[in-house]
């Protein structure tokens, strides 16, 4: 029903693409992340709490229809409707039916509630085209609620000692999940602006999100003395965060299981939080859909398809364009250009 074409993940029975990384007549999105939401296309369809962060990314004005998640939409014969993955706000999988054949597009996917996105649903499918950009045995993820508080026992002690904490996180969703996670009693929140600029597009469309404040050139290293700043890690290169004389930095990725990474990154402290599933979230999640094949997608997409094979399941490996700098849990250094300056 689906197949894969230089342009995308292609359904030539409604003559739509999902995720395309060029310019088509009809798009329909998963979610915001820029190797997932290419600008330029005719006509657009998402969850409706992408709608306005899709307009904040791609315009204004582009021609964009929402849907809720389990809400059907027919397009040549074709039953469309979308379904929680859990990975960010406004994220989705993509059911797509014909004559009682039924594929899921997964989109990026993480299996643990983070609270303040839809949480994950596995939906029965025949065919399930899957994310693996942790798909490796050694990403085995902590609980979260042990990750916040190490988080926090880190910021509590940089309060103690006179020093500024600063968290770098990708402004669509890391940001997100953080804000609502930590705690909120230790001292004031500051957030980026880029990050302030993403909230209020998702609040438009419904998130309730933690009050914060929001970061700008006025203001003062004593305001920031107790703080947890929520910033592009690319401001840790800036010369404005040099001219603070106590501060702290971290970093939030998955890939911060990884002693080369941690380095790479430059940062005092290094947290592994993911908006993907581990190895145990991606097998578990294509177990519960039922599929009877696989296609595995970016990532450690042939470990994860030969490990399913192994197991009895007819997977494949495909290959396509995402997991480029969408977000910060992919390999590329993340931060939107222009995003280190306040």
Known sequence: MLEFTDKGIYCSRGNFYIDP???????????????????????????????????????????????????????GGVKISLHPAGHIIGSAQVRVEYKEEVWVVSGDYKTEEDGISTAFEAVPCHAFITESTFGLPIYDWQPQHIIFQQMNDWWKANKEDGKATFIGGYSLGKA?????????????????????????????????LPAYRTL??????RELQDAFVLC???????????????????????WMSLRNFRKRMNVNRGFVLSDHADWKGLNAAVRATGAERVFVTHGYAETLARSLREDGLDAEVVQTLYGGAGDDDHPALPGDTGEEQL
């Not at 999105?29 to 969850?47: E, Q």
């Not at 700008?216 to 290293?221: F, Y």
């Not at 501060?247 to 998955?254: H, L, Q």
């Open 21 to 75: 990384w060029r310019k088509v007549d009809y798009a329909v999105i998963t979610h915001a992340h820029s190797d997932h939401a290419y600008p330029g296309s005719r006509s657009y369809l998402s969850h409706e709490q992408s709608a306005e962060v899709l307009r904040l990314r791609l315009g204004k004005h582009i021609q964009l229809q929402t849907l809720a998640y389990d809400q059907p939409l027919f397009i």
């Open 176 to 208: 997100q999940h953080i804000l609502h996670n930590i705690d909120h009693r230790i001292g004031p929140v500051y957030v980026h602006q880029s990050i302030a600029d993403t909230n209020r597009a998702l609040a438009a469309d419904g998130a309730v």
């Open 216 to 221: 700008t050139p006025e203001t003062s290293r």
């Open 232 to 254: 592009p890690p690319a401001l840790f290169n800036s010369s404005w965060i040099k001219n603070i004389e106590a501060y702290e930095t971290g970093y939030c990725s998955g």
